[in-house]
């Protein structure tokens, strides 16, 4: 080798040397960046020459983006259940909601042992408060979780927008990098597809200048060559029981994601499917799935102890061919249950419901919780007669085959000819008064709606929904506890433990339907109160404590794909203080061959 070559090579090697060590400086300065990937210095030849390379394996990094939105996910809904979690109390509390329904059953057990006392009815009221203070309370609650929740998704919404004009920005800059990108760009740009993919699951393609690509996991264009579209969210809070999602705009009620821009119009992500994961997603299942879940359990406990007080259960009288039912007192909401032979001889069942609203009409079979019932809903706000013709064409509809007349003093008359039969009819008739209609009680009001009885409404808006944040004691037995014990009309009756016998009786015996959000398990069967209210705080404990255990796992895979994304792309300082050694010693050893060159310059300048 001549010594002009040797001089050649020795100043590239220190030339060479010299910039891997200022990489391997560059990494171990960022040892503690999350964000920063591993440089590789690769010495090169012809136009592209040395390069800086990201040490990075595509397909972990993409696992990381997709754990990342899952475990966005359940960590929005671990934070809010243990919230929830907090507002129910332990199980064994005597401030809980069991608890509290355990002091007024106990009340009307010592008013039954001495129903004259003013003491214990007064006892019983107090507790009855209570009770209806503690609904009240953990429903608030609840809807100020489903605000804060509101909240969140619009505070998440602008982090997305903002990671996406982010992400544009990058694409840019990238783009017009040509061959020479910067590696802390594509950092950066990496750090705003995890954060955007925490939000929610997003599918990323990357072209070969670097460039990047977004779109929805079902397809919907986020980020693309013309730049990004926008996010934006309507919050709707503070939100109450009647703030429910509707994929009809015209009947949403809460706010909703939009993506715009790109040439379309406003496209419903909520709608569209395309917001299943990360905490978007976490945030919308806890919005309009689990804590509508737990509204509407607390409502069927509200609902269900005032109709097991205050409602009476009427028979119908035998007529040729069928039955008499008198509706006499029958209010919106109210019920008559109707079971009938068809000619082929299989037995069907009617749940026939008071409906004055004509906007909710026609009832779908779900408004009750019997899956094997038709349902009806008919507006009796002219009597029988003023019934009778729609009634006989909804049952016409459903193929009975019974007749609807006007029987005695203007009873619903419902008959069939054989070999078609009416089995049974019946009705459940809320009790207005506080004597006169037998030992029913309207001891529970709808507090927020004037005061008055709890009839289990379908008008607009339904009186269940929201019930447990209104239901109240109703104010004239408040005045007057003397009806707590007389049932009797005229009111001048002794006192005697008839009504509080028969009142317990109610809470002990009266089955209760759980309405269709509020997921209980029941499959159309029917709980007493106390046995309600034991299922409704064991189904929100195992459903607290499936998502935290959905959280811990999905934190352990978190850490074990970035563990290995690490190991991959990280700084590890004893791999790079074990490569500063060996470039040092190369850059020695050049240095060596160049002080040689040099010396043997120096000799032949000499000779």
Known sequence: MGLFSALNTSTEGLRRTHDALAVVSQNVSNANNPNYVRRDFISGEGPVGDQVRRALEPYIQKRVWRESALT????????????????????????????????????FQSLRSDP???????????????????????????????????????????????????LAGLNQKIGNSGLSVDPSLLDVRDAAIKTLSSLFDVSVSQASDGTVSLTTSNGNTLLDASGARTLSFDSHAPLNANSLYNSVSTLRSVGTVTLSGGGAGGLDLIAAGALKSGRLGGLIDLRDRALVSAQS??????????????????????VTGGYDLDLTGLQPGNRIALSYKDSSGV????????????????????????????????????????AKAGLQTALDAIGAGLTVNAGTAGALRLTATGPAAVNTLSARITSTTMTGAGTALPFFVDGGNGSIPFTDSLDKPPQRSGFASRIAVNPTLLSNSTALSIYQSPANQAADPTRPSDLIDRLDKTGLESSQNSNLGLAGASLPLAQMIKQTLQVQANEIRRVSSLHETQQTVQAAIDSRFSAMSGVQLDQELSDMTQLQNAYTANARVLSAVKDMFDVLMRI
Do not use: C, W
């Open 72 to 107: 966005g996910f359940s960590a929005a809904q671990s934070d809010v259940m243990k919230q929830l979690d907090q507002l129910y109390g332990a199980p064994d509390s005597q401030s809980n909601l069991s608890a509290s329904y355990n002091q007024l059953y106990a009340a």
């Open 116 to 166: 004259s006392s003013t003491a214990q009815q007064t006892s019983l009221l107090s507790a009855a408060k209570s009770f209806t203070a503690k609904l009240n309370g953990l429903s608030d609650d609840i809807q100020s979780l489903r605000s804060g929740v509101e909240d969140a998704l619009a505070s998440a919404t602008t982090e997305a927008n903002d990671a996406l004009t982010t």
């Open 297 to 318: 359990q607390l409502d069927d406990i509200a609902a269900g102890i005032s109709s097991a007080l205050s409602d009476n259960d009427r028979a119908s009288s035998a």
């Open 347 to 386: 037995d069907h069942k009617v749940t026939i419901i008071r409906v004055e609203d004509s906007s909710v009409l026609p009832l779908a079979n779900t408004s009750t919780a019997d899956p094997n019932d038709s349902v009806i809903g008919i507006s009796f706000a002219g009597g029988v007669a003023g």
